[in-house]
Structures are given as structure tokens and as C-alpha cells.
């Protein structure tokens, strides 16, 4: 059987620079994709980075992941397994690869999890209709192979992600008609909210979708407004024309695997549904197992990258690794990542961390 | 909108982006010939055709698109050179594929 030090899932963000991180230690390192290129959901990002240089602010996440894998594409103690879908851990240790219908086993003597998340849903009458698509989905159709999701969408969710993605669509000659989000208030950073504001793309809070139309594909939508119980306003009904309904309403941790492995997980709503039970170090109540970024908690790419290099660091460091910049690294990470999560955009984040930690510590997963 | 309509989904031009299209292929769509780029994910090629609709649920018989195109969600299952339950958001074109919309679970080739 095919063995490695450390075995990264997922080679997007978090997983990219936890192998790096890894190597750096002078780990052995397999890293294992079910896309064909390495950066996960980098390489539809076309819009820039905020946050801090050592996390690439101010480049686009299409160029980052390029970057990333750039610093270990060649290295002989790094290898990628890409189009190789993890599907399951068995009782020996070993995972179980799927490659070109084939399925293969490594063992890692250690296993950094990055998997990331997949896109929540939203209940509505229609919305399995062709045409409701995710807001990733859409992102991989424009930003990926250049094709146009509509002519005409409609956004829900006012997030980064809703945000964003209306600018790329703009970007891409896609009308927006509107942009709806429940909540009173936008959610994402005001200079996204701006940038599609400024050409006249009109943002609903306080409104949701009722209703997505058609017979064999999407139609139109019916918009209702939503009253401070987030109940509909009777009679606030108002109809879009449109051929694509684009919902960017959340993520949640694809945390299959983790259950599947054992690890103890819990409900946090804050971090976006259900996710492993940690230490500061990110490894799980399963020894030897580690999770990083979305899987770890839905934040952004940024805190996922440093996250990656804490696990990997710390999964390699575990095995006996050294390195003498070791805790000046681990230093450093921890206080960007607590710069990142600071500020009021970051309550929800620390709310949801603090009570992780604190079931962690219950269970004793946590020291 | 027709489902078949939507022409000029493309991008040609974008302040950002640039398409590197692979080779253009021909495949066949419920026996349809389609073009499309060698190398892209079916739905993309499918899409790119006017062709949103890929499939049906296996009890209502509503119709299905894709949802995540990354293949997470299995809304986009299709029978592909005979195999069932291709999920064509990720599963790349080649030249003269047949791609065919499923009817029910699908049956698996004894040979496969």
C-alpha cells in the first residue's frame, strides 16, 4: 500500500498550505483532489483579497491558488493526487481513493482534512427548478469555462458570496435584477455592496424569494417582503423576470469523512452546521486527525489558508518534525488569524469557536 | 425563455478572464449533434447549447438542471456512452460522447 507522512484532503486553500507548511517541516506530504487542478474553489475567485499580505491581500484568489501550489508543485517530497476522490477511511488507517474508476489506499501516518463545504438551500416552491443554481455553481460556469449561467438572475443572499457574485455576473454582461437578503442588513463588506449599487443593481434586505416559476426551466421569481418577525408582509409580492435564480445563502462543512472516521463533532450554527471537535492545534478527538479551513468552521479563504499552515505545522511537528522557526510561525499564524476574526464581522466567528471550544473542553478533547 | 433559445452564452469578452477553449468537439445530446469544447465539463457544453434541462427525478418526473457543478449534489446525473448516473458537471467532453438524458435509476452495464 501506497504510505505517506502527512495526507492533506483537499488541496484548496486550507489544504495547500498546510502541505506547505508540512514540507517546510520537512515532512513527506500527498495531497489528494477530486478536481483536476490543485486551489479548490480559488480558481473561480476573480475578485481581490483583503486581510493581510501574508494571506495575499490585494491579489485574486485565481492567482493564488497558482501561488500556492507553485511553492510545491516540483518538490520531490510533495506529491498530488488529483482527480482522486476520497471516499472513506478504513479500519486500518488507510483511506480509500477513487481514481479513473479505479479505487486505490494510502496510508498517512498522519491526515489533514480539507474537504471545505457545500452550498446550502433554501425551501421555496420551484427551487429544483433548472436554473436555481448555487452561487459556486454559477462562479465554476462564468469564472471557469466562460459560460454564462442567464441572461437575467436573481441574487439571494446579500453575504460576500451573494455580493461578489453579482459583480462577477455584471462582469460577465449577466443582467442582476435584484439581490434579496432576509436580514435587515446587508451581510458582506460594504465595498462589495457598493460596487454593484453603483450601476444601479438594486439590494432587498428585509426580502426573500417566495417563489421561482416555470414549467421546464426557471421563468421568473415572486420576491415577498419579510417583517421584522421574518415572517411575509401579505401583499408585498413583486415579480422578476428572470431566467436564473443564483442562491448564495451559506455554506455548510462537507463533513462526511469526519463522521464517517468517528471524530466527535457538534452543532455549531455559528460555523456553519456541524464540525469536529478540535485543539488549538486543530487536531479532532481522533488522534492524528486534522481539520482545516471551511471544514473547520465556514469563514474565508484567508483564515482558511492560515489555519492549513497551523495544522500542517502542528501534523508534522507531532511526527517529530523541526524546524527553528517553528513557534515563530505558529506565533504568527495565531495572531493573524485572530486579527482577521476580530472587529464586528468577526463576532459571529469567535461566538462560534468560543462555544466549540468550550464543548471541547467538556468532552476533554480540549486541554 | 425557450429552453433551447438561449444563444450567445459564452463569454467572449471579460475585464478579468480569458478562456483558453480546448479543441471544439462534436457529441450527440439524445441523439442531437452539440459542439462543444474538448476538455470542459459536459453541463458546461450542454449549457453553453441552450440545454439546461438534464435530467428528471426519479418519481415526479420534474425536471432537473445542475445545483453545485462540482460534483457534490447529483442533481446533474446523465447516462454517458451508455453508463449511468454520470454526474456531467464534472465528468470532461470528448469528441463524439453520447450523452443521454437518464430515465430512472439507470442499469449498470454487466461489463462495467
Partial sequence: MRTTEICVIGAGPAGLCAAIAARDMGARVTCVDSGDRPGGQLVKQTHKFFGSRAEFAGKRGIDIAGMLADRIRDDPMVEFMLDSTVIGFYDDGAIGIEHNDALTFLRGERIVCATGASERMLAFPGNDLPGVYGAGAVQTLM???????????????????????????????????????????????????????????????????????????????????????????????????????????????????????????????????????RGEDYETSRRGIYVAGDLAGIEEASSAMIEGTIAGLSAAQSLGHEAPDFEERLATARAELAALRSGPKGQKVRLGIERLMRLGREVGVVA | ?????????????????????????????????????????????????????????????????????????????????????????????????RVETQAGKGVLLAND
Avoid at chain 1, 449561467?149 to 462582469?171: D, E, F, W
Fill in chain 1, 143 to 277: 469564472n471557469v469555462y466562460g459560460v454564462r449561467p442567464g441572461k437575467a438572475v436573481l441574487m439571494v443572499g446579500a453575504g460576500n458570496i451573494g455580493l461578489i457574485v453579482s459583480y462577477q455576473l455584471l462582469q460577465a454582461g449577466v443582467e442582476v435584477v435584484a439581490v434579496v437578503e432576509a436580514m435587515p442588513q446587508v451581510g458582506g463588506y460594504d465595498v462589495h455592496a457598493r460596487k454593484i449599487q453603483r450601476v444601479g443593481v438594486p439590494i432587498l434586505t428585509s426580502h426573500t424569494v417566495k417563489a421561482v416559476h416555470g414549467t421546464r426551466v426557471v421563468e421568473g421569481a415572486t420576491v415577498v417582503a419579510l417583517g421584522s418577525d421574518f415572517r411575509p408582509i401579505p401583499a408585498t409580492e413583486e415579480y422578476f423576470h428572470v431566467d436564473t435564480v443564483c442562491l448564495a445563502v451559506g455554506l455548510t462543512p462537507l463533513a462526511d469523512l469526519l463522521w464517517q472516521a468517528g471524530c466527535k463533532m457538534a452543532y455549531v450554527p455559528e460555523l456553519g452546521g456541524h464540525v469536529a471537535l
Fill in chain 2, 1 to 97: 425563455m425557450a429552453e433551447a433559445a438561449m444563444t450567445g452564452a459564452r463569454i467572449t469578452v471579460h475585464p478579468i478572464l480569458e478562456f483558453k477553449e480546448g479543441r471544439k468537439v462534436r457529441f450527440t445530446f439524445d441523439g442531437q449533434v452539440l459542439e462543444g469544447y474538448e476538455g470542459e465539463p459536459i453541463a458546461a457544453a450542454l449549457h453553453a447549447a441552450g440545454v439546461r434541462v438534464l435530467g428528471e427525478s426519479p418519481k415526479l418526473k420534474r425536471p432537473r438542471g445542475f445545483f453545485c457543478a462540482i460534483g457534490n449534489c447529483s442533481s446533474c446525473l446523465m447516462t454517458v456512452d451508455g453508463r449511468p448516473n454520470v454526474r456531467v458537471c464534472t465528468e470532461k467532453l470528448r469528441e463524439g460522447m
